[in-house]
């Protein structure tokens, strides 16, 4: 059973619709006592970095996924949820996150682009991985962010897109995987990509 952590995120309910459109067994985990019970677990995510720490420190849900990474099933992040994997973020102040990944999540530097940065950009793999088989270069999908995360180590980027930087579009390490981008947004590239992972982790 995958497991769907509802800490108040504005994506879930779309999140969910879409793995189980895909077939997948899935469950809203509302309480930290039930992330155990979990085979893998997803978290979804819109909205600001710190509301979101406060309400899974708030609830006992930080602590729980922590402990459930140590267990070496799955977790996924969406958008926000990726994020909340960092050390750290400077989103309207300095916020720590769960620490699961060595990094901190930033702004968009000041340019001629505008943040946030919203709608169809094409991500590009950095190696092959068994998360991203049946994505192509120059592939599209949908984006919403202003923060972006930066890895300490850039071996963890598997996706990545150019908005003025280079921004990690997918992360991988062992266990943990992040997407910046909304997949249950990103059209059939977004279900392709959903399948794999899902197949993955459930």
């Given at each position: 059973?995958?497991?769907?952590?509802?800490?108040?995120?504005?994506?879930?309910?779309n999140v969910?619709r879409?793995?189980?459109?895909?077939?997948?067994?899935?469950?809203?985990?509302?309480?930290?006592?039930?992330?155990k019970?979990?085979?893998?677990?997803?978290?979804?995510?819109?909205?600001?970095?710190?509301q979101a720490?406060?309400k899974?420190?708030?609830?006992?849900l930080?602590?729980?996924?922590?402990?459930?990474?140590?267990?070496?099933?799955s977790?996924?992040?969406i958008c926000?949820?990726?994020?909340l994997?960092?050390?750290?973020?400077?989103?309207?102040?300095?916020?720590?996150?769960?620490?699961l990944?060595?990094g901190?999540?930033v702004?968009f530097?000041?340019g001629?682009?505008?943040?946030?940065h919203?709608?169809?950009n094409s991500?590009?793999k950095?190696?092959?991985?068994d998360?991203?088989?049946?994505i192509s270069?120059g592939?599209?999908?949908?984006?919403?962010?202003?923060?972006?995360?930066?890895?300490?180590n850039?071996?963890?980027?598997?996706?990545?897109?150019?908005?003025?930087?280079?921004?990690?579009?997918?992360?991988r390490?062992?266990?943990?995987?992040?997407?910046q981008?909304h997949?249950?947004?990103?059209?059939?590239?977004?279900?392709?990509?959903?399948?794999d992972?899902?197949?993955?982790?459930?």
């Open positions: 059973m995958i497991g769907i952590v509802d800490y108040g995120a504005g994506n879930l309910r969910y879409v793995f189980t459109s895909l077939g997948f067994d899935c469950k809203v985990i509302e309480k930290s006592k039930e992330i019970d979990a085979g893998s677990i997803i978290i979804p995510g819109v909205g600001a970095f710190n720490m406060e899974l420190n708030k609830t006992g930080s602590d729980a996924i922590k402990e459930f990474s140590y267990t070496g099933k977790i996924l992040g926000l949820g990726l994020q994997f960092y050390d750290e973020s400077y989103e309207d102040g300095l916020w720590k996150g769960l620490g990944l060595k901190s999540v702004k530097p000041e001629s682009l505008k943040v946030p919203m709608g169809w991500v590009y950095t190696r092959e991985d998360s991203i088989k049946r270069d592939d599209y999908l949908y984006f919403v962010h202003s923060y972006y995360a930066k890895p300490e850039p071996k963890e980027v598997l996706l990545y897109t150019d908005y003025g930087v280079k921004v990690p579009a997918l992360v390490h062992d266990n943990i995987i992040g997407m981008f997949p249950e947004k990103s059209g059939d590239t977004g279900r392709k990509l959903l399948e992972i899902g197949e993955m982790i459930k």
